[in-house]
Every structure is written in C-alpha cells, then in structure tokens.
Nanobody, 125 residues
C-alpha cells in the first residue's frame, strides 16, 4: 500500500491550501484515514481524521473550524482543505491510513498502519 500526499507549498497567513492523498496498491477499503503534521522540533500530531463508516470526523482544537477533511474511500482519495492558515500551521503534513476495523478510536495514532511521505506547508506572516 502506498500513500502519496501532495498540495503543499508556500502561502501567506490567511490564505488557503488543499492537500490531497492518493492511495494505491490495495484491493480493500480502509476503516479510517487521517492527516498528521510535524513541525520542526515537535512530535507528529493528528490534526484531522475520518472514519468512513458514517463519515465520522475528528479535528484537533488547533484546526477546528479552519480545516476540513474529506475524501472517497472507494476512489482511494483523501483531502484536507485548509483555510485561514496561520504561521503556526507550518509543518510537514502526512496522510495515514488505518485498515483494521473497530477497536481503539480513530484518534489513536498507533492504529494507523500506512503512511505517506509528507508534503511541506509553509505559512508566512
């Protein structure tokens, strides 16, 4: 299974970007997918996740109301619309996939089995 994240770049504060994640190499559908980010010197954090069944979503407090996760499990795609970007949003953004059904909540980072390579988002002030 391979995940390819794209769409990062340089944007001014207040601007918008849309990240995409394409999944290939699997014949099954995932249980949930998420977007993580890692700023320099910081730990990787989960900022948004979606459980396909019922389209249950999760957002970290830091992005709630500004970012929107969406996608199509059958089409193996995941998106992250990011609006009103702030300098503190600067990080490498990763998409990740969880295949195992049920069990711990989708906020459990350890449950994500497949990861993309990351795309850099830089927000200038």
């Amino acid at each position: 299974v391979q995940l390819q994240a794209s769409g990062g770049g340089l944007v001014q504060a207040g601007g918008s970007l849309k990240l995409s994640c394409a999944v290939s190499g699997r014949s099954f559908m995932s249980y949930a997918m998420g977007w993580f980010r890692q700023a320099p010197g910081e730990e990787r954090e989960l900022i948004a996740a979606i459980r396909w069944s019922g389209e249950v979503t999760y957002y970290a407090d830091t992005v709630q109301g500004r970012f929107t996760i969406s996608g199509d499990n059958a089409k193996n795609t995941l998106y992250l619309q990011m609006n009103n970007l702030k300098p503190e949003d600067t990080a490498v953004y990763y998409c990740a996939e969880r295949v195992r059904i049920g069990g711990p909540p989708i906020t459990d980072r350890s449950e994500y089995e497949y990861w993309g390579q990351g795309t850099l988002v830089t927000v200038s002030s």
